[in-house]
């Protein structure tokens, strides 16, 4: 059975990097968008572009910070409501930094896991809503490949979120087992974007190439894909079993 076409797609973190590329691929392909970030001016912009190129989609925008679970929890039905429905959510906001646990990074380590568990927390509360509310909807986390094993330096805090994120989604996964609700974790490779800038990893793509294995992996709907799926699948199941002496040279 081919996968449905899921024509309403609501993308957070959609101001910048994956989140607006993967915007303008999914109005390429003719899907109506509905855009989040907190940069409104950036989403304005990217609305007025989308809606100039491909006149015949629905493009919203509305500024969300996905730190108040308030706004989250708004945000999300109004979107839905403008365009009548979601058939899917992206929930991709997310923010990396921070440095060793014990070294004066207590901050920025805690906000990373504040942004990016308790943020994608409360978006999946309210897509979820939705979708169980419908009974049919796709639900995607990016995840990424650093939480695959434990992370040194500055990925500490990022990795052990996005470990978060792959059980979040299994949780939900479960849960909605045999409905029509379909959950997928996203684990991209290094692709670069502001988030990486001067902390790029090996095998980094550049955003095009990036963005369209990202989106071609959405549209498959997997339980869970590594992209690009070259060289990241056969490297993750690699660190999976290399020993931590190894994992932390080559991370
Ligand atoms: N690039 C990579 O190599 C890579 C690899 C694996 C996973 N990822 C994941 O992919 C996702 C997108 O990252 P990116 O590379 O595109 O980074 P980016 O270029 O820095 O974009 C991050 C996006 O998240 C939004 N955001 C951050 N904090 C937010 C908040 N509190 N509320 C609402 N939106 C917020 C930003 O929008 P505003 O600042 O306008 O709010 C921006 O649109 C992240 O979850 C990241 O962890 C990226």
Redesign the pocket.
């Known amino acids: 059975m081919p996968n449905p076409v899921r024509q309403r797609i609501l993308i957070?973190?959609?101001?910048?990097?994956?989140?607006?590329?993967m915007a303008r691929r999914f109005a390429a392909m003719g899907r109506d968008l509905a855009l989040?970030?907190?940069?409104?001016d950036?989403?304005e912009a990217l609305q007025q572009e989308l809606r100039a190129a491909h006149p015949g989609i629905r493009v919203e925008v509305a500024g969300?910070?996905?730190?108040?679970a308030g706004s989250v929890a708004a945000v999300v039905p109004e979107l839905a409501a403008r365009l009548g429905g979601l058939d899917r959510v992206v929930v991709?906001?997310?923010?990396?930094k921070g440095g060793s646990v014990g070294t004066g990074h207590a901050a920025a380590n805690r906000a990373v896991l504040h942004?990016?568990v308790l943020?994608?927390h409360a978006q999946c509360e309210a897509a979820m809503e939705l979708f169980r509310a419908q009974n049919s909807g796709h639900l995607v986390l990016?995840?990424?490949?650093?939480s695959i094993r434990g992370m040194r330096d500055t990925r500490t805090a990022?990795g052990a979120s996005?470990a978060a994120l792959n059980s979040l989604a299994e949780g939900i996964r479960s849960d909605v087992h045999g409905t029509p609700i379909a959950v997928s974790t996203i684990?991209?490779?290094?692709?670069?974007?502001?988030?990486?800038v001067g902390r790029?990893?090996p095998f980094?793509v550049d955003l095009d190439t990036?963005v369209a294995a990202l989106t071609a992996a959405i549209e498959r709907e997997p339980v869970r894909a590594y992209v690009p799926g070259l060289p990241w699948r056969p490297i993750s199941a690699l660190l999976r079993v290399l020993p931590l002496p190894v994992v932390r040279r080559v991370t």
């Open positions: 957070s973190g959609a101001s910048a990097g994956l989140g607006q590329g989040a970030a907190r940069r409104t950036r989403l969300m910070d996905v730190d108040d991709n906001a997310g923010i990396g942004t990016n943020g994608s990016i995840s990424s490949v650093a990022y996005k684990l991209p490779g290094y692709i670069a974007t502001d988030i990486n790029r990893g980094t990036g």
